[in-house]
């Protein structure tokens, strides 16, 4: 069965630090990748998404993630956090387009200023 | 444009009880899912469907149904509540071709079984 694992379940940095969230996912075939953002309060939001191509990604508000197939993993980056990137993190994968998006645990982030 | 849109936001039921969380989008977007969000379990899939009387389990189904009789709406129904069934409840919709482009997410309703 296809599964999301995220290694760190919460994670605290100070402004300015850099970022990277691991993300590894159980699946053989054709994935597409996903990372959501959950500000406290709000629902989930697209930070960005692999399907095929260059496995850097780079998405909304600096950040971006490497897929590295052979490591089955997916893990999302940014050089420098700020205060308002405090929020939880989920990593989702979709196999072969079968409409069923599986998700990981989620990263609390907490940045402190 | 409202995208997707989750009634009611809060609801209280009764062990026993049976209920109706609505989940309309106007995207016309062939995919839709419930989840239910935990703290520290993430979001867990409960039923998909790839398009209007088609619909799919997830990773946990029971106690939980769907139907989808129309593109816009995706209803999920509470047969007889649990405490278990505490949760936030996500629904989600997807365009394009499937959920290659992502879902986009509703704000929820949270439910709360005494």
């Known amino acids: 069965a296809q599964s999301v694992s995220q290694h760190n379940h919460h994670v605290i940095l100070s402004e300015a630090a850099s970022l990277e969230l691991g993300c590894n996912y159980s699946y053989g075939g054709t994935v597409n990748l996903f990372w959501y953002v959950q500000y406290p309060g709000q629902h989930l939001q697209l930070l960005l998404k692999?399907?095929?191509?260059?496995?850097l990604v780079k998405g909304i508000k600096g950040f971006e993630a490497e897929f590295i197939k052979s490591k089955f993993s997916f893990n999302l980056r940014k050089p420098s956090v700020q205060w308002s990137d405090t929020a939880e993190y989920f990593c989702?994968?979709?196999?072969?387009?079968?409409?069923?998006?599986?998700f990981g645990q989620g990263t609390t982030l907490q940045v402190k200023p | 444009n409202a995208g997707v849109t989750q009634t009611p936001k809060f609801q209280v039921l009764k062990t026993g009880q049976s209920m109706t969380l609505q989940c309309a989008q106007d995207?016309?977007?062939?995919?839709m899912s419930w989840y239910r969000q935990d703290p520290g379990m993430g979001l867990r899939l409960i039923h998909y469907?790839?398009?209007?009387?088609?619909?799919d389990q997830g990773e946990v189904p029971n106690g939980y149904n769907v139907s989808r009789s129309t593109t816009e709406d995706f209803p999920l129904r509470l047969l007889s509540a649990a405490p278990s069934q505490t949760s936030v409840y996500f629904c989600?919709?997807?365009?394009?071709?499937?959920?290659?482009?992502?879902?986009?997410f509703g704000s929820g309703t949270r439910l709360t079984v005494v």
């Open positions: 989600a919709s997807s365009g394009g071709r499937g959920a290659n482009y992502g879902y986009t």
């Open positions: 692999y399907f095929s191509g260059d496995p």
């Open positions: 469907s790839v398009g209007a009387g088609i619909t």
């Open positions: 995207m016309n977007h062939e995919y």
């Open positions: 989702a994968v979709n196999s072969g387009n079968t409409g069923k998006l599986i």
